[in-house]
């Protein structure tokens, strides 16, 4: 056998395999999915009885828990946004499915906290406050605790925006996607929390086409996802109502497992999460 011929069918193995990683991935999110979507319904009619059987029992409006259920509202509907424009924006089957795993989950997501805020009396928005406020009771915190946040691959909560998608390699301009202590992340261009993506990031996605949008949104999701998971960790910390506790960790479960996938998938398009 000759020398290409040997590159030739190293490379077919380590396509096969990263497959086959990739296939592994798919399995545990369903898996994980299916388990919120059950889990939900019995978290939303959980949330009614609780609020409903003492008046003690309601969040008040500067609460953890109306606070959290407000800005992951705001910080999932993006995520759904995101997902149908990649959908519009590729053929490829497995970014289509992911996009649709998201919409579909983080919808419902939004419509049981909102639900929530119905029941408990409580406004979806509130002007006054800056997003993610609530989570300034946890500046102090120690986040290496179990319940802290714990990525597998050891990436960190800042993420640069001046990424060239197309190829995975970085070029940091500054942008802060992440965590400027709990409370204290600064808005810019439309970004409000942690992990959302700027006005200028949603134009470049509308635009691209191909491999360059799969890209641009796995990078651009994984962001999301990862300033999600600390919010949700926050409510975990925080938040008094148990249904909307165990919701969180739901969130943290799914999109950690998410966050494994997105990164095969980003490897096998020879790109790769933003620092």
């Known amino acids: 056998m000759t020398g290409r011929e040997n590159a030739a069918g190293n490379e077919d193995a380590e396509h096969t395999s990263r497959r086959r990683v990739t296939r592994t991935r798919w399995a545990a999110v369903g898996a994980v999915v299916l388990a919120l979507v059950f889990a939900g319904t019995a978290a939303v009619a959980s949330a009614g009885r609780d609020s409903g059987s003492a008046a003690s029992a309601v969040p008040s409006p500067d609460s953890a828990d109306a ?129 959302m993506a700027t006005k200028t990031e949603l134009a470049r996605l509308r635009d691209a086409r191909g491999e360059r949008a799969e890209i641009l949104y796995l990078q651009l999701m994984t962001d999301h996802h990862k300033g999600g998971v600390e919010m949700a960790q926050g409510c975990v910390r925080l938040c008094e109502v148990g249904t909307e506790k165990a919701l969180a960790r739901g969130m943290v479960t799914a999109q950690e497992s998410e966050l494994k996938l997105m990164a095969d998938l980003l490897a096998a398009r020879g790109a790769k999460p933003r620092a």
Not at 96 to 108: E, F, G, K, V, W
Not at 127 to 141: S, Y
């Open 67 to 195: 606070g959290f259920a407000r800005d992951m509202s705001v910080h999932h509907q993006q995520a759904v946004e995101m997902s149908f424009l990649v959908r519009d924006s590729t053929d490829d089957e497995e970014v289509r499915r992911l996009a649709y795993d998201i919409a579909n989950t983080q919808a419902n997501q939004r419509g049981m906290m909102l639900g929530w805020l119905d029941l408990w009396g409580l406004p979806k928005q509130d002007a006054g406050r800056e997003p993610m406020a609530w989570m300034a009771a946890a500046d102090g915190m120690d986040m290496g605790s179990d319940d802290g946040m714990s990525m597998d691959d050891g990436s960190t909560m800042d993420h640069g925006s001046g990424t060239d998608h197309g190829s995975g390699t970085d070029h940091s301009s500054g942008t802060d996607h992440g965590s400027a202590g709990h409370g204290a992340y600064e808005p810019h261009d439309g970004s409000l929390m942690a992990g």
